[in-house]
């Protein structure tokens, strides 16, 4: 079984530009989650998707962030306009279901804002 | 107030020792969940088991056991005979029920070096 695909995996930008990350989680499961991970810090949800309808976004910045998942399967995060405190690795997680099961990780993008 | 902590920071230790990682979560429902994750260095966090509420039965899989006290509040992770490879940093998460789903919040990690 493919796992959850992230692109791409390290990107640099000058603050106020904008960033887009991709993510295909794997196939048939229908939550997908983006967290925001700093440096020495636990993930941290910024939004969740249930097939294309948002369940949970209370936490993501919505003046800068912006995510869908257009048909329910691919998701996209992008950024606009960074800032430093936005240098943090992004990861996608997908579950079988809106349940308490076990997330599947992608490998993360790398962010640094400079 | 849903909250996980992991008060150890960084834990190293000599190939072949036991070693404990504590986990203690707050949380006013009944009903909700306790994971352990594990990152290795390259960044992927792997899922490596789930806990219910109402299931305080310790489990073990092979090296890896874990104690599940709810009178403390407790979801601690032993590794046993621990190796080079279980460096990683080692997450403990809860998951409670909102509306909609499911939210899962994640300790702050405690990083485990296995030196040989």
């Known amino acids: 079984e493919a796992g959850v695909a992230q692109s791409p995996r390290y990107k640099i930008i000058e603050k106020r530009q904008s960033v887009a990350f991709w993510c295909n989680p794997i196939?048939?499961?229908?939550?997908l989650y983006w967290y925001q991970q700093i440096l020495g810090q636990g993930p941290k949800l910024l939004i969740q998707f249930q097939n294309n309808g948002v369940v949970d976004d209370s936490q993501l910045p919505k003046d800068r962030f912006s995510a869908e998942r257009l048909k329910g399967v691919d998701s996209t995060l992008k950024i606009q306009p960074a800032k430093l405190e936005d240098s943090a690795v992004y990861l996608c997680?997908?579950?079988?279901?809106?349940?308490?099961?076990?997330?599947?990780f992608g490998s993360g993008t790398r962010l640094t804002v400079v | 107030a849903q909250k996980v902590t992991q008060a150890q920071t960084e834990i190293s230790v000599v190939e072949k020792e036991d070693v404990t990682l504590d986990c203690v979560y707050e949380t006013r429902d009944t009903t909700y969940y306790l994971f352990w994750y594990k990152q290795p260095p390259s960044g992927e966090l792997v899922f490596l088991i789930r806990?219910?509420?109402?299931?305080?039965q310790n489990e073990i899989s092979g090296r890896y056991s874990w104690n599940f006290q709810k009178s403390t509040s407790s979801f601690n992770f032993t590794i046993t005979a621990s190796q080079v490879v279980d460096s990683a940093v080692y997450f403990c998460?809860?998951?409670?029920?909102?509306?909609?789903?499911?939210?899962?919040?994640f300790g702050a990690g405690t990083r485990l070096f296995v030196k040989a």
């Open positions: 998460a809860l998951s409670e029920a909102q509306t909609g789903g499911f939210k899962t919040i």
């Open positions: 997680a997908s579950s079988l279901a809106r349940g308490a099961y076990g997330y599947t």
């Open positions: 196939s048939g499961h229908a939550t």
């Open positions: 806990r219910n509420s109402f299931d305080e």
